[in-house]
T-cell receptor, first 116, second 111 residues
Framework: EAGVVQSPRYKIIEKRQPVAFWCNPI?????LYWYRQNLGQGPELLIR????????DSQLPKDRFSAERLKGVDSTLKIQPAELGDSAVYLC??????????????FGPGTRLTVL | GEDVEQSLFLSVREGDSSVINCTYT??????LYWYKQEPGAGLQLLTY?????DMKQDQRLTVLLNKKDKHLSLRIADTQTGDSAIYFC???????????FGAGTTVTVRA
């Protein structure tokens, strides 16, 4: 079974440029999460989708970040414009929320963003 | 800031046991997880323990939970070089989905 797929794996951009990350969750997983992991820290939740609905985006900086999950499968996270402080690893995770009492989140390899 | 705290570094000799410690704050947490992150990779779920358990063993991994002290530990028996990674402790409250991670413990296995 394929795991969570993310692309690109690495991205280097100049500040004020836009950037987008893509995630394909595990087949059959209805819930998708985007996390940001700063250097030396654990991941922090940015947004959570149940199917195509964003049910928790309270931690998403909405002035420059946006996300979508059209058709309830793949998701895209965008930053426009990127700032130096956005340099981090962006992790996507998925789970089968509501199907199992243990809502285990499975993570992708992440996209390492460097903003110069 | 994080509600889950971990020591930052652990160095262990190959073949010895590693013990990684974690303290958490939510006494009502339902599940407590251990994830492993190798360089350049995402988080791999290692094991989890339900809060009504004291211990869970899975091959070389042993998880101990002290609910009174809100202390969780992960013991890796016969530590190998492939165990070198960052280990994250995470908690999740009941009926919730939001994982709260510690900052991670970097385990270095030396020959």
């Amino acid at each position: 079974e394929a795991g969570v797929v993310q692309s690109p794996r690495y991205k280097i951009i100049e500040k004020r440029q836009p950037v987008a990350f893509w995630c394909n969750p595990i087949s059959g997983h209805n819930t998708l999460y985007w996390y940001r992991q700063n250097l030396g820290q654990g991941p922090e939740l940015l947004i959570r989708y149940e199917n195509e609905e964003a049910v928790d985006d309270s931690q998403l900086p909405k002035d420059r970040f946006s996300a979508e999950r059209l058709k309830g499968v793949d998701s895209t996270l965008k930053i426009q414009p990127a700032e130096l402080g956005d340099s981090a690893v962006y992790l996507c995770a998925s789970s089968a929320w509501g199907v199992d009492t243990l809502d285990t989140q499975y993570f992708g390899p992440g996209t390492r963003l460097t903003v110069l | 800031g994080e509600d889950v705290e971990q020591s930052l570094f652990l160095s262990v000799r190959e073949g010895d046991s590693s013990v990684i410690n974690c303290t958490y704050t939510d006494s009502s947490s339902t599940y407590l997880y251990w994830y492993k992150q190798e360089p350049g990779a995402g988080l791999q779920l290692l094991t989890y323990i339900f809060s009504n358990m004291d211990m869970k063993q899975d091959q070389r991994l042993t998880v101990l939970l002290n609910k009174k002290d809100k202390h969780l530990s992960l013991r890796i028996a016969d530590t190998q070089t492939g165990d070198s990674a960052i280990y994250f402790c995470a908690e999740i409250p009941p009926n919730d989905y939001k994982l709260s991670f510690g900052a991670g413990t970097t385990v270095t296995v030396r020959a």
